[in-house]
């Protein structure tokens, strides 16, 4: 009898365990906040691709070899984001 209730007192604390270790994880990843790693200024996806807008271009070239340099110019889109 005092066997059958030590191993019951066993389970049953293994198993308070195993609940506070699963509470203790879900409140620690409940409280995460997101990473700002490096301090960059994050932008959403839609502003970064609208910085490969360009309007007006210009080749100086229509047709290079290897290694051959040539130039071109563009101006930026007025709604372009400042910080790229």
Do not use: C
């Not at 620690?28 to 959403?44: K, L």
């Not at 691709?49 to 080749?59: G, Q």
Request: hydrophobic share 45%; net charge positive; no cysteine.
């Amino acid at each position: 009898m005092l066997s059958s209730l030590m191993r019951d007192a066993k389970r049953q604390a293994g198993r308070l365990w195993a609940l506070g270790l699963a509470a203790g994880l879900a409140v620690t990843m409940a409280a995460m906040g997101p990473a700002d790693a490096h301090g960059e200024n994050s932008q959403a996806a839609f502003l970064r691709m609208r910085t490969l807008n360009w309007s007006d271009m210009k080749w100086s070239k229509t047709s290079v070899t290897v290694n051959e340099k040539y130039e071109v110019t563009a101006s930026t889109i007025s709604w372009a984001p400042r910080k790229i």
